[in-house]
RNA sequence: GGAGAGAUGGCUGAGUGGUCGAAAGCGCUCCCCUGCUAAGGGAGUAUACGUUAAUAGCGUAUCGAGGGUUCGAAUCCCUCUCUCUCCGCCA
């Protein structure tokens, strides 16, 4: 949520800003809403403050034994009038929040300009693409090659976007997760966390998927609905929730392994072969949580922290700053992390590393004590993919390909199967 | 799932209809005293919103959440959520 003074005090900027991501901020209407809810909250105050006295008075009277009639009489219909007010003024709040939530997250000054992905600019790159020497295939022809990845079984259980996995790509899988989480908990200082993977609705207006993005998520039919988690950034970042957390608590650093379940709803004929888009997969997320002083430093050490995943296996990549049109609602500033993919012969989004600056931290009232000012101010929220586990297992996959049409493991996931430097048929 | 108990400020914990935003203790901050790895005295110490030049004043709201009764609710009633205890069930 973007902070609703500054809406008031300076709306034409707020909508310049949000002009940049093609978002059209009405800050007239606003106004007037806002106005509105001014002039009942002022009404409201003064009749609470009239019951107040009064009831004041009736007390003091009632304890000296006076009379206290007339002044019942003085205030009989003070209760109606104050009821209608309250009720003016509640719809007028909630109409106001409607709109606040519904705005996406001011950009940081230094994006770059542009409608859509093809404007992001690269930042750097890592790693050179190998050079195969014979046809390189995508993970979809090695892993049904392999006989370890089977989307029939799967659509026959789930339908279509999913995917089983066997033997040695399974494991593969599992290997890859337990790396990262090893890396970021023993390297990075990252606290690694299990949470839910079904929350409230109010924790995902917390971080900003709802109420704009329903239709992406998907939910139980239980009378209060849960909603499956579409990446680990929702429990991970409501661990602050309505709390004030204590300057010396900073930086907060979680790492979790969950599944993540999107709807993909819109994203019809887009990546309809293979895993690169699916109803559920794994991630290894980052979250940070700090002092605003320092978000700018933490966003680029978690891009690196996840840099360092994708160097570790090998994987060439490269980093893209997001344009304008193409960060995330909740973002003020997004690096991409795109891997090598020879399949596709080009580069695809593995993490996404998000510094959402106190807009998260707003929504779900996470703040700090700042030992300067002595009084709780709001959080900085960070987070991002440390990285994705089924692309990265495409990514060791189709990069590890070999003509036999096995797979080479990269030697830093080699201790977790078992010492084994291939995935074969066997498995 | 059944029965019962509870939810108060950073923490512990009083408060069962009126001057309670809320006793007391702890913690924390500042000052004084003390001259010493300690103790003592004093003052202060929630958040949000409105008004405002103002983190000054003033007003309003907040005692798990939402409704209700009442001139007046932390206190009474209803619904819900969560926590704890016992029973049942279960990985």
Redesign the pocket.
Known sequence: MID??LLRQSPDAVAANLARRGFTFDAAAYDVLDERR?AL??ET??L??E??????K???A??QGADIAPL?AA?QD??ERLSEAERALKSAQADLSAIELGLPNLLADDVPDGADETANVEVRRWGTPREFDFAARDHVAIGEGLGLLDFDTAAGISGSRFAVLKGGLARLQRALIQFMLDVHTSEHGYTETYVPYLVQAHALVGTGQLPKFEEDLFRTATE?PFYLIPTAEVPLTNFARDR?LSADELPLRLTAHTPCFRSEAGSYGQDTRGMIRQHQFEKVELVHLVAPSESDAALEALTGHAEQILQRLELPYRVVALCAGDIGFGARRTYDLEVWLPGQERYREISSCSNCGDFQARRMKARYRNPETG??ELLHTLNGSGVAAGRALIAVMENGQREDGSIEVPPVLRPYLGGAGEITPEG
Do not use: F, Y
Not at 51 to 56: E, G, L, P
């Open positions: 609703p003074k001014k909250q002022v105050e003064s609470q403050a019951r107040n006295a009064s009831a004041k009736i007390g003091q009632k304890a019942l205030v003070l209760g209060t004030i009084k709780p």
